[in-house]
């Protein structure tokens, strides 16, 4: 079944221009990347105006504020920053700003308000396939997976030595999860059935149905942190959740402790995650998400042999994928029929 879930290949020519569908109506819509397959076939089915970035990189500021005049909708990636600038280059025409992620973080909501112009994102969809990354990255920081790959490519796979790249298994352990929404929660299951004896949880409420769902028992912070031997991150990036783990954080966990991210590179104070793993105050990490994203090459976080990084694809399937850029599509069809878009924040 996966053979259907192919990336669309653009053409030489398409990727030395903007792709521009042909029109069955003069609504504009602007898209500042190339959808998968399916999901592109079908936007280009709609008879908009499109007008779309073909290459595989981020679209220009200068050519974003230049091709958002006069459109009515726009899907955006979360690494375009939609601001008021963006905003009011658009004009009076633009009635949704709809991203390609479950984060809006990179959106000005009040300006959008003012604009009176509808934000919609994808949620809901890529709660598995980001919870299955995210047992990735426990597995791989907590079996030091970074550190055996190199010593077999290295040649340091010799002989048997009983505590050589020894790591930490999940069985009767306890799992502590800041951010206990849909993600949260998926992770949690999976998780679980790798042994996990004690489930921890903290956000902004405690959940009761939680209790019974899940065993989870909600707590403090200080005392997911310090209690638990794997801190997983998957909550939203606001105010109060910003560089929440910091080095004083780290220094309250177990020493023996994995912390994993699939949130926002912005909820780590990164130089005191670099810190706190250069000094063994915890025994691993797993991250997804990063400060910057892109994080340069030569960061110190490549250097170090208890983490490992990932590229921020927590969505990163085929199927997932095929589904935002759906959502995509129904809010800015929603939008321009006038109709209140199904997939949006309520503001």
């Given at each position: 079944?996966?053979?259907?879930?192919?990336?669309?290949?653009?053409?030489?020519?398409?990727?030395?221009?903007?792709?521009?569908?042909?029109?069955?109506?003069?609504?504009?819509?602007l898209a500042t990347r190339t959808l998968l397959r399916h999901s592109q076939e079908r936007l280009e089915k709609q008879g908009f105006k499109l007008i779309q970035w073909p290459h595989d990189t981020c679209m220009p500021r200068e050519r974003l504020l230049?091709?958002?005049?006069?459109?009515?909708?726009?899907?955006?990636?979360?690494?375009?920053?939609?601001?008021?600038?963006?905003?009011?280059?658009?004009?009076?025409?633009?009635?949704?700003?709809?991203?390609?992620?479950?984060?809006?973080?990179?959106?000005?909501?009040?300006?959008?308000?003012?604009?009176?112009?509808?934000?919609?994102?994808?949620?809901?969809?890529?709660?598995?396939?980001?919870?299955?990354?995210?047992?990735?990255?426990?597995?791989?920081?907590?079996?030091?997976?970074?550190?055996?790959?190199?010593?077999?490519?290295?040649?340091?796979?010799?002989?048997?030595?009983?505590?050589?790249?020894?790591?930490?298994?999940?069985?009767?352990?306890?799992?502590?999860?800041?951010?206990?929404?849909?993600?949260?929660?998926?992770?949690?299951?999976?998780?679980?059935?790798?042994?996990?004896?004690?489930?921890?949880?903290?956000?902004?409420?405690?959940?009761?149905?939680?209790?019974?769902?899940?065993?989870?028992?909600?707590?403090?912070?200080?005392?997911?942190?310090?209690?638990?031997?794997?801190?997983?991150?998957?909550?939203?990036?606001?105010?109060?959740?910003?560089?929440?783990?910091?080095?004083?954080?780290?220094?309250?966990?177990?020493?023996?402790?994995?912390?994993?991210?699939?949130?926002?590179?912005?909820?780590?104070?990164?130089?005191?995650?670099?810190?706190?793993?250069k000094e063994n105050l915890i025994a691993g990490a797993g991250l997804d998400v990063t400060t910057p994203e892109p994080l340069p090459t030569d960061h110190e976080l490549f250097k170090l042999s208890n983490c490992v990084i990932l590229p921020h694809i927590?969505?990163?399937?085929?199927?997932?994928?095929?589904?935002?850029?759906?959502?995509?599509?129904?809010?800015?069809?929603?939008?321009?029929?006038?109709?209140?878009?199904?997939?949006?924040?309520?503001?």
């Amino acid at each position: 079944m996966l053979g259907r879930f192919k990336p669309r290949v653009l053409t030489n020519v398409q990727i030395n221009r903007f792709h521009t569908s042909s029109a069955a109506n003069d609504k504009k819509v602007l898209a500042t990347r190339t959808l998968l397959r399916h999901s592109q076939e079908r936007l280009e089915k709609q008879g908009f105006k499109l007008i779309q970035w073909p290459h595989d990189t981020c679209m220009p500021r200068e050519r974003l504020l230049k091709e958002i005049k006069g459109a009515e909708g726009l899907i955006c990636m979360m690494s375009d920053r939609i601001d008021k600038e963006v905003l009011e280059a658009a004009g009076s025409n633009l009635k949704v700003v709809t991203t390609m992620s479950v984060g809006y973080d990179h959106i000005d909501i009040e300006s959008a308000k003012e604009s009176n112009v509808q934000v919609g994102h994808t949620p809901d969809v890529l709660t598995d396939a980001t919870a299955d990354l995210a047992v990735l990255l426990v597995l791989a920081a907590a079996r030091r997976m970074k550190e055996g790959q190199h010593a077999a490519e290295i040649g340091e796979w010799r002989d048997w030595r009983p505590e050589w790249l020894c790591g930490y298994q999940l069985t009767n352990k306890t799992l502590g999860v800041a951010g206990m929404g849909r993600i949260g929660q998926a992770i949690t299951r999976r998780l679980k059935a790798f042994g996990i004896d004690r489930v921890l949880y903290w956000g902004r409420k405690e959940k009761a149905e939680l209790k019974e769902s899940l065993n989870a028992e909600f707590v403090l912070f200080d005392q997911l942190v310090s209690q638990s031997d794997f801190v997983v991150a998957c909550c939203a990036l606001t105010p109060e959740t910003k560089e929440l783990f910091d080095y004083e954080t780290f220094k309250k966990m177990k020493k023996t402790a994995i912390f994993t991210n699939v949130a926002r590179g912005a909820v780590v104070e990164q130089e005191g995650l670099v810190r706190a793993l250069k000094e063994n105050l915890i025994a691993g990490a797993g991250l997804d998400v990063t400060t910057p994203e892109p994080l340069p090459t030569d960061h110190e976080l490549f250097k170090l042999s208890n983490c490992v990084i990932l590229p921020h694809i927590g969505s990163a399937t085929f199927e997932t994928r095929e589904n935002m850029g759906d959502i995509c599509i129904d809010n800015v069809i929603a939008a321009l029929e006038e109709k209140s878009i199904p997939f949006g924040l309520k503001h």
